[in-house]
């Protein structure tokens, strides 16, 4: 996943790292991605959310980000009930 973020100019000290609000449910074709939090998989039908980790290894991506600008912004998937505790959803209360 990815979005289109500030790099380290001003408007990059103004934002806080937030996560992307409630998404899903996880679609069919979606590969299977670990969760970092519970290392269990987000598997289809369940909600998350994406926390974004910087510009990853592109050259490109990283020679913007350097510059203060916009760059395409790495992500990685977190359950929704590991982020918010809200086991409604979650494979963990089980």
Excluded at 49 to 76: D, K, L, W
Aim: glycine share 10%; charged share 15%; proline share 12%.
């Amino acid at each position: 996943m990815s979005s289109i973020t500030p790099g380290n100019g001003p408007a990059r000290q103004k934002l806080a790292i937030t996560c992307t609000g409630k998404l899903g449910p996880m679609p069919e074709l979606s590969p299977l991605l670990p969760c970092p939090a519970c290392h269990l998989p987000i598997t289809v039908g369940q909600f998350y959310t994406c926390f974004p980790v910087g510009c990853g290894g592109n050259a490109e991506n990283r020679r913007r980000a350097r510059e203060g600008s916009p760059y395409p912004m790495v992500f990685i998937a977190v359950h929704w009930a590991c982020v918010t505790g809200d086991d409604s959803e979650s494979r963990l209360a089980l």
